[in-house]
C-alpha cells in the first residue's frame, strides 16, 4: 500500500496506509463508536464534510453490499481506521470497501492509533484535519487544514438534497425494517422534506402505511401543503441549522399549519430553532449505536442510534408551550421534545437506526398516532 498523511489543525501529524481514492481532503474530524453498520454511516448525508474516524478497530470485512445504503452514494469526506480488512467474508457483499471508496472519490488511511485519536477528540474537542494519500507534504496539509472555514454556519444541506420531488416508491428495504405497504389513496400523505434524507427513515415511514412525497429543501411551505398532506416530516442533515434560516422560517410557517410535523436530527434542530431557541455546538458531537437517552414522562431508557454535532439549547424553550420529552444520559443535552398545544414533534437521535440499535423503532408509531388524532378532529 501507499502511505497516507493526516494532519491536524492543533499540528499533529499522523502516518498510516492508504487506501480507496487518491486525493487531498479537508474535513472536519469526528468519531463514530458504532460496533456495526459501516455502509450505512458512510453513506449517511448527515456527515458532509466531515471524515469518520472509526472506534471499531477492524473495518471492512463485510464488504459492501447493494441494499445498505442510505443515500446514492458515500457521503464522508475520508474513512480513518485502525485496521482495514484485507479480505471481505459475506454472502451479501458485491465489492471491497477500498475499491467501492475508490469509485466514489473518498480517500481513506488505515493504520492510525484509533484510541489516542479518540481520546484526543474527547479532551480538546472537534478538530479540524487535512488527510492526503498521493504524498502532499505535511506542512502544506496543515496549512490547508488551518484556513479551512469548517461548518459552522454554512449551508450543507443544498449540497445533499434532492433535485425535484419524488415520491418513495418501496424498494427491497432492509432486513430491520417491516415489510413496506405500497399505499394507495386512502393512505395518509407524509410531505418529507430532505435535508439529507435516510432511506431507512423512508422505509419506516412507509411500513407504517403512508404515501411519501419527498420534496427538496427550499420547498416553501405553501408548496408543501399544496400536496395536502395528513402529515410533514422533516429529515436528517449535515451542518449547522444556524446556516439554515430561510428553512427555519418555513417551519415556522409549517408549525402554525396545524399538519401534524415530525422532525428527527436537523429536523429537531430546526423546530428548535423555530420555537425561539438557541442552538449551540457539542464538544465532540453525538455518533455512534450506543448513546442512552431517557424518555422523562415515563422514565424508559432507551439506547439510540446518533449523528450530530450541534444541539438546541433547552432554556431556549417556552415550558408553557413545550414539553422536552427525551434528555440525554451522556452529557444532559436536549434529546426529544413536543409541543402542548400543537401537533409538532421531534427527536435528536434517530428512531430508524440502521442497523441498530432498535429500542426508538416505535417513535414512528407515535407519529402515526398523532396524524390519526389530528385526522378524527377534522
Known sequence: MENATLVLEDGSVLSG?????????????????????YQEIITDPSYRGQGV???L??????????????????????????????????WRAALPLPEWLAQHEV???????????TRKLRDGGTLKAALSTRGTPPQQL??????????????????????????????AGSAWVAAQNPGNTDSPLVVAYDFGLKRNILRHLAAGGARVQVVPANTSAAQAL??????????????DPAGLPMIVETVKELMNSGVPLFGICLGHQLIGRALGADTYRLKFGHHGGNHPVQYLPSGRVLITAQNHNYAVQAGGLDPAEVEVTYCSLNDGSLEGL?????????????????????????????????????????
Open 226 to 239: 399544496a400536496y395536502h398532506p395528513q402529515g410533514i416530516f422533516l429529515s436528517n442533515g449535515p451542518g
Open 17 to 37: 496506509e492508504a487506501f480507496g481514492a487518491r486525493a487531498d481532503v479537508v474535513f472536519e474530524l469526528v468519531f463514530n463508536t458504532s460496533m456495526s453498520g
Open 57 to 90: 478497530p477492524h473495518i471492512g470485512n463485510v464488504g459492501i453490499n447493494l441494499q445498505d445504503d442510505e443515500s446514492a452514494c458515500p457521503q464522508v469526506s475520508a474513512v480513518l481506521v485502525r485496521s482495514l480488512s484485507p479480505l471481505v467474508s459475506n
Open 53 to 55: 474516524l472509526f472506534t
Open 338 to 378: 413536543r409541543l402542548k398545544n400543537r401537533p409538532v414533534m421531534s427527536v435528536q437521535f434517530h428512531p430508524e437506526a440502521a442497523p441498530g440499535p432498535h429500542d426508538a423503532h416505535d417513535i414512528f408509531s407515535t407519529f402515526f398516532t398523532l396524524l390519526e388524532m389530528e385526522a378524527s378532529h377534522a
Open 107 to 117: 480517500p481513506g488511511i488505515s493504520g492510525l492509533d484509533t484510541r489516542w485519536l
Open 142 to 171: 496543515l496549512q490547508m487544514a488551518r484556513e479551512w472555514p469548517g461548518l459552522d454556519g454554512r449551508d450543507m444541506v443544498a449540497e445533499v438534497t434532492c433535485a425535484h420531488p419524488y415520491e418513495w416508491q418501496a424498494d
